[in-house]
């Protein structure tokens, strides 16, 4: 059987990128590099739609938010469109891009979850496919994290009450529901479902 020639071309720059900008860093709490979650995110929307712009963005959408690269070097680099859905993929207050160095991520956790589950709802349909990339792996580590030390899990974040974390997974869920039709959609619910009741 021949294999049908797939230009990755952009994919495999954005993923070269988002390694280069995630070097050295670790995701919170997990013991692994960063550059594990991108990657799954790339997994997801990779079941959803082969568009490399997409792809790209979902390798990038933690670029912005977590290292020291800027939306102009993604726009720069990747275009206005791939710019785009990183910042709509962006931890924001009020349209402005949440700076975390300031030290007061637990004051502000609700106001910004709201602001991503109201931006979300009202997102094109193309910014909701790479967020589900992001929400989908970052619910996967939830689920695993949750079956090995149940309810200790929430002292590793800011905010440490569980009904907070399913007030924000419930309502991604609904932001989300035009996607219900996919697979992944359908293991994000099953997964918010299974921790929280």
């Known amino acids: 059987m021949a294999n049908k020639y797939l230009n990755t071309e952009l994919l495999d720059k ?5 390694v280069k900008a995630h070097h050295n860093t670790e995701r919170r709490g997990k013991g692994f590099p960063y550059i594990v979650h991108p990657m799954e995110a790339v997994e997801i929307v990779a079941t959803i739609t082969s568009d490399q712009e997409l792809l ?7 670029t912005i938010e977590d290292t020291d690269v800027t939306e102009e ?11 785009g859905l990183v910042h709509a993929e ?3 207050i009020n349209g402005e891009l949440f700076d975390s160095s300031n030290g007061d991520e637990a004051a502000t956790w609700h106001a910004r979850k709201q602001a991503a589950i109201n931006r979300l709802a009202a997102a094109p349909y193309e910014a909701k496919i790479v967020a589900m990339g992001d929400k989908l792996s970052n619910m996967r580590a939830i689920a695993r994290d949750y079956a090995l030390k149940g309810d200790e ?12 974390h399913a007030w924000h997974y419930r309502g991604l869920a609904e932001s989300l529901k035009e996607l219900d039709d996919t697979f992944a959609y359908r293991e994000f619910v099953t997964l918010v479902n299974q921790i929280f009741g």
Do not use: M, P, Y
């Open 56 to 62: 790209a963005a979902a390798a990038l959408h933690d």
């Open 90 to 92: 962006s931890d924001q």
């Open 73 to 83: 070097d993604i726009r720069r680099e990747f275009g206005d469109r791939i710019a």
């Open 153 to 164: 899990l929430w002292n590793i974040f800011h905010v440490k009450d569980k009904a907070s």
């Open 14 to 18: 954005a993923i070269i990128f988002a």
